[in-house]
């Protein structure tokens, strides 16, 4: 069954596998004692800490391993704004960084904190400008991932990185879906990762503060990892997550080049195969593994269920998938169609034959799911069309509300308004892409004695 979910976890490398199991025969002991078997998980953690370093692009002692990506982001969040609390509390991220930024950011304003959250344009990049313009006096930190982990777009983390040195302002990279792919642009004061991303175990993060960041660790005190990550080292775990990223970025640049290939087949045939499809994300400054796609009129969560049982394993960032009924944060900064959202990232070795065979079955899938929906071919003409016509979508969720208007689109006259009442979070962004792709005139959202009332005009 191909796995096409390697931006959630990547399968273990080979390499991460026989690592793992040979530090369980030598890195058991605990690596702060000094006898024999100390020793030798000291001797373990210590060449596993450079081989990490020499990836990230720092020095050995400026790495700590925590016990997750999320823990690696939200100890250098914490640490970094602790350190420079003299300075400010005024904390400034992307609109589409990771959850473990945007949960950081969103504690850091609940203890009197100020946010400062940049946009970003409808590829999902922020614009280097833009970022630089609301740094301020107060800043204690600055935030931007290297390439985003739902729609592969990679960030101008170089140019942000010299707006903020200029600035005095430290810079922290959420690296977790790039390392494995190459190093990480320069200038960067504090970067996080996550072994699972590239291959490794789970449970392994890394946290690189650079000398001389204000840093001050935050919680109770701990002399294991600088302090930075208490507990005992999970040494085999951190061997084998070290010696996979130095294995992967060894096969980086000839497999980059493979799955670009494929990826730029998906982006190219999806769009031929199935109508009414948006691929989003920027289509040359992206990860070489992931594309993102959205099919109109299409329930996400049934989707990613008729493609498992076809035997492939996808993720989406649909509202229709979540358990908050709300589309994705990234989804909803870049502004682009949220519904039926699927996201496919290749691992490492994935076969040409399965990338063909996926084309051959989505159009099938998305024609089924659809036409259980009872979403329309096209929009088609009332004998008598009305000036204006009122679809009352209440109660119904994604992508109900944009089925209804297509359904009675063809019911009003050219220049003639469909009003959509929803109370669904996903149709704030959803009509607006709608009437994108179909060519009509989104007049803008009322407010309605339940939820929004959307109007559309017709323009063709």
């Known amino acids: 069954m191909p796995y096409f979910d390697a931006a959630s976890a990547a399968p273990l490398h080979p390499v991460a596998r026989q690592a793992l199991l040979a530090a369980l025969d030598e890195g058991w002991a605990d690596p702060a004692r000094l006898h024999r078997e100390g020793r030798r998980a000291r001797l373990l953690l210590d060449a596993a800490r450079e081989a990490a370093a020499e990836a990230v692009g720092c020095r050995p002692d400026e790495l700590s391993f925590t016990s997750s990506g999320t823990r690696a982001v939200h100890s250098g969040i914490s640490g970094a704004l602790a350190g420079r609390r003299r300075v400010g509390r005024h ?9 473990s930024v945007l949960h950081s950011a969103a504690d850091h304003e609940s203890r009197g904190g100020s946010v400062t959250e940049v946009p970003v344009d409808r590829s999902g990049a922020v614009g280097p400008a833009a970022y630089g313009a609301v740094l301020r006096a107060d800043t204690a930190l600055a935030c931007l991932q ?27 990279v959420d690296a977790a879906q790039s ?4 190093p990480v642009p320069g200038g960067w004061s504090l970067l996080a990762a996550s072994a699972h991303k590239w291959g490794g175990p789970a449970g392994v993060g890394l946290l690189a503060v650079r000398k ?10 701990d002399e294991r990892e600088s302090g930075r990550a208490a507990g005992f080292e999970n040494i085999p775990a951190i061997v084998a997550a070290a010696a996979s990223l130095r294995a992967v970025r060894a096969e980086a640049d000839a497999e980059s080049v493979r799955l670009r290939a494929l990826v730029e087949r998906i982006r190219s045939r999806v769009p031929a195969l199935v109508p009414d499809v948006e691929v989003v994300g920027d289509p040359v ?6 594309v993102t796609f959205s099919c109109l009129y299409v329930d996400g969560e049934t989707l990613l269920h008729e493609l498992d049982r076809a035997g492939f394993s996808v993720s989406s960032g649909s509202s229709c998938t979540s358990s908050t009924l709300t589309p994705s944060h990234v989804l909803k900064a870049m502004g682009v169609l949220s519904e039926g959202n699927v996201r496919v990232s290749l691992p490492a070795g994935t076969a040409e034959e399965d990338v063909d065979r996926f084309l051959d079955v989505l159009p099938g899938v998305v024609a089924g799911v659809r036409e259980k929906l009872g979403a329309p071919a096209a929009a088609a003409p009332s004998p008598a069309p009305a000036a204006s016509l009122v679809v009352d979508a209440l109660g119904r969720r994604c992508p109900i509300p944009v089925i209804e208007l297509a359904k009675v689109i063809g019911g009003v006259p050219v220049g003639g308004t469909v009003t959509v009442l929803s109370d669904d979070e996903a149709a704030r962004l959803d009509i607006p892409a709608w009437c994108a792709m179909r060519e009509q005139e989104y007049v803008g959202e009322e407010p309605a004695d339940r939820g929004s009332a959307y109007v559309v005009r017709r323009l063709s």
Do not use: I, K, Y
């Open 91 to 99: 904390l400034v991220v992307s609109a589409v960084e990771h959850s």
């Open 146 to 172: 290297s390439a985003n982990h739902e729609v592969g777009t990679e960030q101008p983390v170089a140019e942000v990185a010299g707006l903020c040195r200029e600035a005095g302002v430290p810079l922290l």
């Open 179 to 182: 390392l494995g792919r190459g």
């Open 212 to 221: 001389g960041v204000r840093f001050a660790v935050q919680g109770p005190a």
């Open 285 to 290: 400054r992206r990860l070489p593994h992931l």
